[in-house]
C-alpha cells in the first residue's frame, strides 16, 4: 500500500515531515517497508533562463548557450534541438548527479569550450520519458526555484498491510489511526447524499451466498476526458497511470477509502436487470485485461440478460468497459463475500487491486457511501445527471458489543493506563464507549472480536515503548541436565552416525501413500486433507522410505554408495501415543566395481555400525538377541533381522530392503538400513563422546582356546557366542567364530562352528588344571546355548 504525503494530509491535519508519519505509523504498528522522496533527488536542481544561445564554434549540433541561473551567470553547452534565448529550463550544476543517466557532473571542455552545466530534459530527471530536448517550463518561474517545488515532487510511503487490518488499504483509515497516536487531527469529513432526478432504469438482484449488499444508480450525461491534474498526480505519486476521469475516480476511491467501485457503460449493458450471484459453470469472460477466463459456479459474477459481464470484486468484462465515447453509466458499489473472492483470485491467477481489497475484506457498511462519493465527483469531474440510488439486500451485521472493563489493560500488558486515555483512544479509533464500559466495533473493524483485541489496540496506540520491562523470575537448573534421556540418546546417536561417516538429511513427516503402504502404513485415517503437495498426503509410518528416495536423487544424479540417517517421528495412528521417535540410517550401493563382494560388505558394514551406534546410546549390546527375518515385509526375509533384549523389546530392525519395495520406489540395487526404535531402548546413559574409560591392561600375556561346536543349522553363531563369553566374565576377554563347516562328517541340518575363545588372566599365569576348568566351563555353556563339543 503506498499514499502520498499530500494525499495522507488531505485526512489528516498535521505539520508532520514524512520521517515523522513514518515513526509514527511504525510505532502504531504499521510496517512501513520503504520511503521514496524523489525531492531529494531533486534537490541540487533549479530553475534557471537561457539569456543567449550561439552556435558551437566547433560543432553544428551543439549550442554554448548563456545561463542565468541560482548560481549566477553560466556558460553551458547543451546539444538539445529545442535550446533558445528566453527559454525557462531546469539546471544541474557541476557535482551534482543526474539520475536518469546514472553520472555525476563534471567540468570538462565540449568540442574545446568549457560547460559550467547542464540543461535537463525529463528523462534524465526520472520525470518521464522525454529526452529529444531539454524541459521547457512557463516562462513566470523564478530563477532558482527548487525543480521539486515545480514539478511537486514529494515523499510516497510503501507499507505492509497485515491481513486483519483491510481498513489500512485506504488513506483514510490510515490518518484515522496516526491521529489517535496523535500525529494531527483526523479530518472526518460527513458524506452528504446526492439526491436523484430520476428513477434508477437498471433494477438489481443479489444472491446472498456470494453477494449481500449491492448499491448502484445510473449517471447521464456525462463527459469522459481526461482528469484533472491533482487526480492524476495523486495516482502517479503511487505507481499508477491515469486513464480516464471515469477510471481513475474508481481507482482513487479504491486507494483513498479502501472502496473499490466500478463503472458499465449503461448502453452496453443488455436488458434493465443486473445480477450479482454465483456464475453458470463453464462460462467465459473476456476480462478488462484482454484476457479469456473460464468461470465455475463458485465464483461471484455480474449478469445481465446477455451472461456474465464482470468478476465480482475482482474486475469487469472487456464487453462494458467505459471509453471516451461513453455518456451514460450505470455506478456499482457492494460487499462480495471475502473467501469466495480470494478463491476466485486464486484459481483463474487473477489478482487487482480490487480482489485484494475485497478478498480481506471491505467495510460492509461502506457500499452506500462510497456511491455517493463516487457519484458527488462524477458529477464534479464529468458532469451529468444522477438517478436515484437502489440498494438490494443488506449489509452483514457488525461484530457484537465487548463488555470491557479498563482493568483488563493492567491486567495483560502491565500498563497503567488511565480509564479516560483508555476511552480517548478507543473514540479515536472509531469504537463507541458506552458509560457502562460497553464498546461497539465499528464496521470497518470486523478483526475485533473481544476483550484482547481491545488491549491490543490500546496498547499499541498507547505506545509499545511504554511496556515495562519486568525480568521473568529465575529458574534454578534442572540437576539432570536440560536434555531429556531421550534427547540425550539422539544428541549422542547423531555424533556416533556423524563419525562413521554417515550425513544427516532432514526430510518431511509426509510420502505419499502408496509408498506408505510398502511399509505397513498408508491407513486413511493418516492421509492428509489438505497436503502441501500431492506426493506429500500421508503421514509416513518410516523414516527409510524418505532416506531411499534422497538416495535415489542422488543416483540418479551420478552420486552412488551415499550414506544417510534421519533421527525424527514416524506415525501409526491419531492418538498421542501413536508418535514414535526412530533414529534411522541408509546405505546406498556403490557402483564401483570391486573384486569382494560389495552386496555382503554393505550388509555387514551397516550391522557393524548399527552395534556402534547401540553401545554408543547406552545398550547392553552383549545381552542383545540376534532374530533372523523381521515382522514387516518391507525387509528382504533372508537378509534381515532384529535385534532384541528379551522376547518381545525389539530394539533395532535391519538389513536389506526388500527387492518388490526397491522396484515399487524405481531403486536399482541392494540397499540396507536400520531403524531403531528410540522408546524401546533401555534407560541406561548414553555414552558422552568426550572421553573414555580408564584403560586396564594386564602385565600377562593372553592365550588361546579353540573350540569345535555342532548345533543346528538354523542356530545364530551370535548366540552361541554370547555364551561363552558369559562363561566366566572375569577371564573369558573375547571370543570369536573363525570356521564354519557343512558336510562329511557333520550330521544332516547342522553345522560346525569353530570358535576361538582368547583368556586373559589378570593376576597369574593360568595352571593346566585351571585352563582345564576354564574350558568345561565353556563347554557347558555352549551346551546350554543347543550347541555339543564335536568330537
Known amino acids: 500500500m503506498k499514499f502520498s504525503l499530500s494525499w495522507l494530509k488531505d485526512h489528516l491535519d498535521t505539520t508532520a515531515d514524512i520521517d515523522a508519519v513514518a515513526a509514527a505509523m511504525t510505532m502504531a504498528g504499521l510496517e512501513v517497508e520503504d520511503i521514496h522522496d524523489p525531492s531529494k533527488a531533486l534537490k541540487v536542481f533549479s530553475v534557471a533562463r537561457v539569456v543567449e544561445a550561439a552556435r558551437h564554434p566547433n560543432a553544428d549540433k551543439l549550442q554554448v548557450l548563456q545561463v542565468d541561473t541560482i548560481d549566477g551567470r553560466k556558460e553551458i553547452v547543451c546539444g538539445a534541438p529545442n535550446a533558445r534565448a528566453g527559454m525557462t529550463t531546469i539546471y544541474a550544476p557541476i557535482g551534482a548527479y543526474v539520475p536518469g543517466l546514472g553520472v555525476t557532473l563534471v567540468e570538462k571542455p565540449v568540442r574545446g569550450v568549457t560547460s559550467n552545466g547542464m540543461m535537463c530534459s525529463a528523462a534524465e530527471l526520472e520525470l518521464g520519458d522525454d529526452h529529444d530536448g531539454i524541459l521547457d517550463l512557463s516562462g513566470d518561474l523564478d530563477v532558482g526555484t527548487p525543480a521539486a517545488v515545480v514539478f511537486g515532487a514529494e515523499p510516497v510511503i510503501d507499507f505492509e498491510v497485515t491481513p486483519n487490518r483491510p481498513d489500512w488499504l485506504g488513506v483514510h483509515g490510515i490518518a484515522r489511526d496516526l491521529a489517535a497516536t496523535g500525529l494531527g487531527t483526523f479530518k472526518d469529513t460527513a458524506i452528504t447524499a446526492v439526491p436523484g432526478q430520476f428513477a434508477c432504469p437498471v433494477a438489481i438482484k443479489v444472491d446472498g451466498e456470494a453477494c449481500q449488499v449491492f448499491a448502484g444508480r445510473v449517471i447521464r450525461g456525462v463527459k469522459n476526458g481526461p482528469s484533472p491534474a491533482w487526480l492524476q498526480a495523486k495516482l502517479k505519486s503511487i505507481g499508477l497511470k491515469p486513464i480516464s476521469a471515469l477510471v481513475d475516480i474508481t481507482n482513487y476511491l479504491s486507494f483513498d477509502r479502501a472502496r473499490p467501485l466500478h463503472v458499465y457503460d449503461l448502453s452496453k449493458l443488455s436488458g434493465s436487470v443486473i445480477v450479482a450471484g454465483l456464475a453458470p459453470d463453464g462460462e467465459h469472460l473476456e476480462a478488462l485485461d484482454g484476457k479469456t477466463y473460464a468461470l465455475n459456479g463458485e465464483m461471484c459474477a455480474i449478469m445481465d440478460s446477455s451472461g456474465v459481464i464482470g468478476l465480482a470484486g475482482v474486475m469487469g468484462g472487456e464487453s462494458t468497459k467505459v471509453d471516451e465515447t461513453t455518456t451514460d453509466v450505470f455506478v456499482e458499489s457492494a460487499w462480495f463475500d471475502p473467501i469466495r473472492t480470494a478463491q476466485t483470485g486464486r484459481t483463474l491467477s487473477l489478482f487487482s487491486d480490487a480482489q485484494y481489497r475485497f478478498a480481506r ?431
Open 361 to 791: 475484506g471491505v467495510d460492509p457498511e461502506s457500499a452506500v457511501p462510497g456511491l455517493e462519493l463516487a457519484t458527488k465527483l462524477i458529477l464534479d469531474l464529468c458532469g451529468g445527471e444522477p438517478s436515484e440510488l437502489v440498494v438490494a439486500g443488506e449489509a452483514p451485521a457488525r461484530r457484537p458489543d465487548v463488555a470491557f472493563d479498563p482493568a483488563y489493560v493492567k491486567r495483560l500488558t502491565g500498563l497503567d493506563v488511565p480509564a479516560d486515555e483508555i476511552t480517548k483512544i478507543l473514540t479515536a479509533l472509531g469504537f463507541g464507549v458506552a458509560a457502562d464500559g460497553t464498546v461497539s466495533v465499528p464496521s470497518w473493524r470486523r478483526d475485533v472480536d473481544g476483550k484482547a483485541d481491545l488491549v491490543e489496540e490500546i496498547a499499541r496506540i498507547y505506545g509499545f515503548d511504554k511496556l515495562p520491562a519486568t525480568p521473568l523470575p529465575t529458574i534454578a537448573p534442572r540437576p539432570g541436565g536440560v536434555l531429556t534421556a531421550q534427547q540425550a540418546k539422539a544428541r549422542a546417536a547423531r555424533r556416533a552416525l556423524a563419525a562413521l561417516g554417515y550425513s544427516e538429511a532432514v526430510t518431511w513427516s509426509f510420502m505419499r501413500q502408496d509408498w506408505a503402504a510398502l511399509f505397513g502404513g498408508g491407513a486413511d485415517a493418516l492421509v492428509l486433507a489438505n497436503p502441501i503437495a500431492s506426493e506429500l498426503n500421508c503421514m509416513r509410518p518410516a523414516v527409510l522410505p524418505n532416506l531411499l528416495e534422497a538416495a535415489g536423487r542422488n543416483a540418479a544424479r551420478g552420486q552412488y554408495g551415499v550414506q544417510l540417517f534421519e533421527i525424527g517421528p514416524v506415525y501409526f495412528g491419531l492418538e498421542p501415543g501413536d508418535q514414535k521417535p526412530v533414529i534411522a540410517a541408509l546405505r546406498a550401493p556403490d557402483k564401483a566395481r570391486h573384486w569382494t563382494n560389495a552386496r555382503e560388505d554393505n550388509l555387514f558394514a551397516l550391522k557393524g555400525d548399527l552395534l556402534s551406534l547401540l553401545e554408543t546410546v547406552g545398550v547392553p549390546v552383549a545381552s542383545l538377541s540376534l532374530v533372523q527375518g523381521s515382522n514387516a515385509a518391507h525387509w528382504h526375509p533372508g537378509r534381515s533381522a532384529r535385534l532384541q533384549l528379551g522376547p518381545k523389546q525389539v530394539i533395532a530392525e535391519f538389513g536389506e530392503l526388500h527387492p518388490a519395495v526397491l522396484k515399487a520406489m524405481d531403486l536399482d540395487g541392494a540397499y540396507v538400513g536400520f531403524e531403531i526404535r528410540v522408546d524401546n531402548l533401555p534407560v541406561g546413559k548414553a555414552k558422552s563422546g568426550k572421553s573414555r574409560g580408564a584403560l586396564t591392561l594386564s602385565s600377562l600375556m593372553p592365550l588361546t582356546r579353540d573350540f569345535a561346536f555342532l548345533l543346528a543349522d538354523t542356530a545364530a553363531a551370535g548366540d552361541l557366542v554370547r555364551a561363552i563369553k558369559g562363561a566366566d566374565k572375569a577371564l573369558i576377554g573375547d571370543a570369536r567364530v573363525f570356521d564354519v563347516y557343512t558336510g562329511q562328517g557333520v550330521p544332516d541340518g547342522h553345522k560346525s562352528l569353530a570358535v576361538e575363545v582368547v583368556l586373559t588372566p589378570t593376576d597369574k599365569t593360568l595352571t593346566e588344571p585351571e585352563i582345564d576348568a576354564l574350558s568345561q566351563k565353556v563347554i557347558a555353556a555352549a551346551q546350554k546355548a543347543g550347541a555339543v563339543l564335536r568330537s
